[in-house]
């Protein structure tokens, strides 16, 4: 059996986090939850932690470290402002749950409720496929979900880097550019 450990649910870009840092230091503590669709479509959103009723079967991506920069891995989860969960809905996951979610922004001004709207800016999603073998591994393990968040139960530091520089890095296009 593979020992490897599966691959994080979540990653986003150096943009993302540069803007999650501004909005936390205005709002305080964040946190994201990916849209199934209505207002914004499939937009993830933005808000100030505990203002989104997070319920019991949505399921955690990951929580984003923002102290991080790309390519880079911290031993421990943040805490407080430093620390943005990113859920998405039971029903949506499943839809989605062969995937790994990437945080963009890029310009423009979201409408609806995500605190990036007044900004010039809209966070993103975008999603790379995993492998057959990244989705055996996944399909092991056991996802937080909202009741076993409020139970106090948190994901296991992860050694795979969170944040990368460019959308591209994370999802490439084929027969487009990638980092070395």
């Known amino acids: 059996m593979d020992t490897a450990q599966a691959p994080g649910r979540l990653r986003a870009t150096v943009a993302a986090v540069e803007l999650l840092r501004r909005l936390g230091g205005i709002h305080g503590a ?7 669709g209505c207002c914004d479509g499939s937009a993830p959103m933005c808000y100030p932690d505990g203002d989104f009723i ?9 929580v984003l470290d923002l102290r991080l920069g790309a390519g880079e891995t911290l031993p421990t989860r943040p805490e407080g402002i430093d620390a943005v969960p990113v859920w998405i809905s039971g029903t949506q996951f499943e839809l989605w749950k062969h995937t ?5 922004v890029v310009p423009g001004r979201g409408s609806g409720f995500s605190l990036e ?8 999603s975008r999603a790379r496929a995993f492998s057959p073998a990244e989705n055996a ?7 937080i979900v909202g009741q076993k968040w409020e139970q106090g139960v948190r994901p296991a530091p992860s050694s795979e880097p969170q944040v990368v520089a460019e959308a591209v890095d ?11």
């Open 54 to 62: 997070v319920g019991d079967q949505d399921v955690l991506l990951g």
């Open 100 to 104: 790994q979610l990437v945080l963009d």
């Open 117 to 124: 709207s007044p900004e010039g800016m809209r966070f993103l």
């Open 137 to 143: 591994q996944l399909a092991a393990e056991d996802v």
């Open 170 to 180: 994370a999802c490439p296009v084929p027969g487009s550019r990638t980092s070395s």
């Open 30 to 36: 964040l946190m994201m939850h990916q849209s199934g």
